[in-house]
């Protein structure tokens, strides 16, 4: 086979894919591609352009530079809502398709998204499917971008930040064009109780035991 493996990490908003592809594709010396950046960077230059999210945004995709993609203020929670609405337009993923294919050419590559295993690379040598409780992944999303959790007014902010993901989740599960789904040959790997070394773990075992 031309390169080496490709592998799929997909799931739902702050599971934890990202930690985890990163870390997989540094065990394994393989390239890594966050292709949520690319939905952002869209979702950024829309807000930008003072455009609803909903409104035509592949023009974004299909300009999309390094520069987009290496803008500081991508994680913001506004900018995720943004890249889900962007997201569900049928040119916006068109555009960004190729990219992404083109990425794992060379020397195979970790990817984490939604529809890495499904639709953009329905033949992964391995597919995982990183999910946890939408309590846990908003704890894990605020404790992220900084939230003190013994902060006065943090139960209520750990509360919306659910509401937000779980909005997105079921936005990006539920639309017509490459919706969020676990692949029929995906291992699913449940990480409410589990720590990020722990999930690796799991992970390395699987890829190693798929790719012998
Ligand atoms: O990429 P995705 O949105 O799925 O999640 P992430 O940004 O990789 O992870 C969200 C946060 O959860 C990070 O701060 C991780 O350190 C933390 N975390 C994790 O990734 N895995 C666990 N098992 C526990 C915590
Ligand atoms: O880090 P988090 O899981 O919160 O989000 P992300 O992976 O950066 O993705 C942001 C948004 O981009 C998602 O809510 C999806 O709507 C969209 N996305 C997608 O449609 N397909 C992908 N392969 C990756 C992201």
Same mark, same amino acid.
């Given at each position: ?43 950024? /230059?829309? +807000?930008?352009?003072? !455009?609803?999210?909903?409104?035509? =945004? $592949?023009?974004? *995709? #299909? ?79 605020? /404790?992220? +971008?900084?939230?003190? !959790?013994?902060?006065?007014?943090? =139960? $209520?902010?750990? *509360? #919306? ?52």
């Amino acid at each position: 086979k031309q390169g080496g493996p490709v592998i799929a990490v997909d799931g739902p908003a702050a599971a934890g894919k990202g930690t985890l592809a990163k870390r997989l594709a540094a065990a394994l010396s393989l390239p890594y591609l966050d292709t949520g950046l690319l939905y952002r960077a869209v979702g950024r /230059l829309a +807000l930008d352009a003072g !455009q609803d999210p909903a409104a035509p =945004a $592949a023009h974004f *995709a #299909e300009t999309l530079t390094p520069e987009d993609l290496a803008r500081k203020d991508l994680r913001a929670p506004e900018v995720a809502a943004a890249a889900s609405k962007v997201a569900a337009q049928p040119a916006v993923r068109q555009a960004l398709v190729e990219t992404q294919r083109r990425f794992a050419a060379a020397q195979g590559a970790v990817l984490d998204g939604r529809d890495i295993g499904t639709v953009i690379f329905p033949h992964a040598d391995v597919k995982l499917f990183i999910t946890a409780s939408p309590a846990t992944r908003a704890l894990r999303r605020f /404790l992220q +971008l900084g939230g003190d !959790q013994t902060a006065p007014g943090a =139960a $209520a902010q750990i *509360a #919306e930040m659910e509401d937000a993901l779980k909005t997105r989740d079921a936005a990006d599960a539920g639309r017509d064009v490459a919706p969020m789904q676990v692949a029929a040959d995906a291992q699913i790997i449940e990480t409410d109780s589990l720590t990020a070394d722990e999930v690796l773990a799991l992970a390395l075992a699987y890829t190693r035991q798929r790719l012998d």
